[in-house]
């Protein structure tokens, strides 16, 4: 059969009306969150934070109270010491002086400049008592081999006695020992403990008596 133009027009208006009453379906919206599913959320955020809260209180207690065990500790110490030293014939302020400990910075021997001023103190007692004889004990922190930190410890020790001997006080008075990294004052794992334990320890072997 031969269609005409107006038969084609026709069946073009007819495909069209039947497209316009078959519309391609639309994407429903998602689902809102009621209130529940939000309050849940919330509750959970809320439970998180005071986890992570309570968290860092713990934290800065545990740190609060290692620092007290450790001034307590050093504090017990140096009274110690002092003690000892005070058992050789010394009043408590040389006694105080000879106890006092000398610092080094990391993986070093080197006396720093602020720590020479306790080395003078010591010097104008042992001028002031020919028959004192010390002992230099030195220490390092936990780091590096047992044999290194025995090595390096010494070396600090004869840093102090080097700095003695050479402002007149004889070599037989001094002696030097290492512990190495075997006495830390400070149990520690952190650069404020390393810092006390990187030290020379000074005994009174003889005293004034």
């Not at 207690?61 to 000892?84: G, I, N, P």
């Not at 030293?85 to 990391?106: C, I, K, P, Q, S």
């Amino acid at each position: 059969m031969k269609l005409t133009g107006g038969t084609l027009a026709v069946a073009a208006l007819a495909l069209a009306a039947a497209c316009s009453r078959n519309p391609q379906p639309v994407a429903a919206a998602p689902p809102m969150p009621n209130a529940d599913s939000a309050r849940l959320a919330q509750m959970h955020r809320d439970s998180m934070l005071a986890m992570a809260r309570a968290d860092s209180i713990a934290r800065a207690q545990k740190a609060m109270s290692h620092a007290d065990s450790v001034r307590e500790a050093v504090m017990r110490e140096t009274v110690d010491s002092a003690k000892d030293v005070t058992n050789t014939g010394l009043d408590m302020a040389d006694a105080a002086a000879m106890a006092e400990r000398v610092h080094f910075d990391y993986n070093k021997a080197d006396l720093l400049s602020g720590e020479v001023s306790l080395l003078q103190q010591k010097l104008s007692i042992l001028q002031a008592h020919p028959q004192l004889v010390v002992q230099i004990a030195g220490n390092c922190d936990e780091r590096g081999s047992d044999e290194y930190n025995m090595a390096l410890g010494e070396r600090r020790a004869a840093a102090a006695k080097r700095w003695l001997t050479a402002h007149g006080i004889a070599e037989s008075r001094v002696t030097i020992i290492s512990y190495g990294k075997e006495r830390p004052l400070d149990s520690g794992h952190d650069e404020a403990a390393w810092s006390r334990n990187r030290r020379d320890d000074f005994v009174v072997t003889r005293g004034i008596h």
